[in-house]
Structures are given as C-alpha cells and as structure tokens.
C-alpha cells in the first residue's frame, strides 16, 4: 500500500512573521518501494515524515493512502532517531506495545514480543530496560516494535543518526535483510548521502527552507545489496552528484564560503 | 590476578564517622559530669538515655509518636493524592495548566504555617485544622513536581504513543504516569517533609499529644532530658521516614540510571 503526499505544506507563525517549513511537496511511494530522504539540516524532512505519519495535519495538502483497507493494521509505524523507547518499559514490554494499544492481552502481545527478540537474537535483553542496552541494539529493537504491529508503511527518522559509524554499517544491512523478509513501503529519512544511496529504490533530494523536492534519483544498484556495493562507481556518481545539490545550502547554513 | 581494589574494599568510612560520634558522647559525658559544662543545659548522655528509657517504658513516646505519626499520614495523604492529580493533569493539559495556574502561582508561596491562624478560625482548634495545615503543606511540592514532571517529559515518548494509535487513557497511564514518576517521587520526599515540620510546628502551637507538645511540655516545666529525647526521636523519625523512600524510589524506578540520591 504506497501513499501519495499532495500539495502539502506546512508553515509556522513565529513572532516576527511566517516561517514557510515545507512547501508544495508532491511525493508518490510506491508498496514495497524503499524511499530514501536526504536534505540538510533543517530542511523539514522530521516534519514531513511527522505528517505522514500524522502525528499532525499540513497547513495545506494532504496525504493520500492508496487503497488501504481496513485490515486492522496501522497505517504506519515510525522509528525515531533517539529516545523512541520508552525508558519505563523493560525491552519486552516496549516491543509489544504497538500491540498494548490495540487491546491484545498481556499474556499474548508478551509472548509474540518475546518470539520476535528470540529471532532477533535479543532473548536475553528481553527483562532488561533501554537504557541497559548499547545505542545500536536501542534502534534494533525499536525497529522490531515497529515490524511487531505488522503496518503498512514503515517511517524512518534517521534510525541510525546517532549510532556510530561502524554500527551504522552493520545497522543498515540488517535493516535491509529484515525489510527482504516482510516486504513493505519504507520512507527513510536521513543526512547521510550514502545511507541513502545504499538503501533506497529511489532517493529523494530536499531543499531546505521552505523544503521541497529538488530531485528524484532512482537507484538501480540490484538487490540484494552489499557493503561492497558502496563503491561501485555509479554510487560515487550519484553521490557527488547530490552533494553538489545540497552543499551550497549547507555552506549557507555555516556561513562558510566554498 | 590481583582482586579489582575496589570490589573487595570494605567502606571503613561509616566507621570512622561511628567512633567520632562516640568519642563526642564520651567527651560530653566527661564534661557534664566534671561539671565543666552546665548540666541545666547539656544533661549527660547517660542521663537523656534514662529519660529515653523511662518515656519509653512508660508508653509516653509510643502515644506521643502515633499521634504525631497518624496526624503527618492522613494530612500528607489527603494534600498529596489532589495535588498529584492536579499536578500531572496541569503537566499533561495547557489548557488546563493555563486556567489553573494563576491560581496555584497565587496560593504557593503563602507560607504553610502563617495560615494556621486563619485555618484554625474557620475550622476550629481541633484536629481537623492541624491535618488541614499539614496536608496544604504536603499538597504543593507534589503538585509542583508532578506538573514539571510531565512538562519535562521528552515530547517524543507522547509522538511514540500517538503513532501507536494509544488512547488518552493509556497515554496517561502508561507515559505520563511511568515518565513523570522519578520527579513525583522527589516532589513527594520534598512534600513528607515540609509535611513533618508543619506537623511539629502546629503540635508546638496546639494539640494534646505529639512530638511537638512533648518538646512544648518538656521546656515549659524545663525537662531538659526530655527535650532532648523528643528532638531526637523526631530526628530518627525524619531518618527512617526518607529512608523509606529512598527504598521505595529504587523499587519503582528500576529504569532509571540517575544515582538512586537524584531521584
């Protein structure tokens, strides 16, 4: 089930006038197409992905899910960056809880929580509390309470950003490895370039400030993907060449001149 | 291998503090009995450990205490169950925060104990108008830290619930209140002892029994002995009581990895 973003925008009333944050953005997501988002910092990428999951409603715009019956499933599940768990909850507890607010019994939503971290080689952190857990393991299990209530869509707000960059590499190929097996539309957004490339079908440029679509580059690296991959001469083509669309905003941003 | 030191190394350090304080009680008792201190004033030790005996025997201090004890408990509860409520849903609702808060900012700093008068004149001088003090006293440090509490939650723990399709009920049931939870318990540590002075300060003005009365009677007939015994049962008592809560924190707040002291 994809979904289409019409017209949206978002503005902010601030003190001294109006701050346009995202403006006329078109975006079509395929199902089971793994779209990438890059743009710089401050770009709108967080609001946009906020939207879509509709945590809140566009200024103007609107989000289309195409044919989503009503299977009992969520439209979308998100992971965040950071702090997405809850600190309160043992792992267990926090994987099920897309499930909790769906009414599923204690006894059941804890018994498919714990069959999910025994896949996943996270049995025995199931008792223990978030903040026990290293950052990357933090992200794999909010990715599995994301799987666990089986949405339709999956958005991603730079899952890894805060993993480092050795974590990162091992992050992204389980990811991919676990979106092989069930298949489902991904809006992924991130800062880094090459996240993108290596992850996306198609990987889709913002500008910043208002943000909107500059380019829409598909990604024609076959599946399934390795860290070999990375250097493959058309993934350097395509990453200079969004480089170069994005690095004079970022310059900007710094008040350093190239 | 050598032992890690810092495992296997017991804290002497409790025990240094233990034979300071004894050697102090040695000396004081040295000096009260050589007269070289005024005993009317610092009775020997040995003398305030009879007094302590002989109330203790008597039942003086078991009534006194559960006077004092059930008075701190029914005030506190009946200041700290509304202004929890009250804090988490101001901390949770703006809208209910921005009606509400005018109020509370008005009320607060009023000090607890210079409303007793106006208490005891609308209420009587009976028992209900000490509770009343006393659970005022504990209603706004509660009130005040469950509302930060929740304020001071990361607004994406409410996104996460949100996009999980929780209802407001289990918002509040399962973020609010688990989130908030290390701030309303400091807020409630804060609470228990405004609670306990203004429960020793409204005995002192008024009451029949009590810590307070016991430490009012023994200056009016100067029972120095018994002065003392009272200033120290009611400082064993502030002890055990924040010990308790300490425990208690530690028990309900497993998740968090602060020193157990911060909470």
Redesign the interface.
Known sequence: MGFQCKHISQTYRLRRGELVALQDLNISVNEQEFVCIVGPSGCGKTTLL?II???FLPTTGQVVFTDAPETGH?R???V?Q???L????SIRENVA??L???GVNRKQRLATADELLEKAGLGEFKNS???QLSGGMRQRVAILRAFL?DPQTLLMDEPFGSLDSQTRLVMQEELLRIWKEHRKTVMYVTHDIEEAIYLGDRVLVMSGRPGSIQADIPINIPRPRQTADRDRPEVEAIRWRIWKMIESEVRQELGVQS | MKPSPNRLKLAWEPWISVLIFIFFLIIWEWLARSARITTLFFPAPSRIGASFLHMLITGKLATNLTASLGRLGLGFLLGALPGLLLGLLMGWSPRFRAIMDPFIAALHPIPKLAIFPLIMIIFGIGELSKILAIAISAFFPVLINSMTGVRELNPVYFEVARNYGASRWKTFTRVVIPGSLPTVLSGIRIGVNTAMVITIAVELLSAQKGLGVLIWFAWMTFRIEELYVSLFVTAVLGIVINILLHLITRHLVPWSNRPADEV
């Open positions: 906020k999951a509709g945590l969520p979308s599940a998100m965040f950071d702090l997405g809850f600190p309160w909850m809880f897309g909790e607010t769906r509390y978030p903040h209530t």
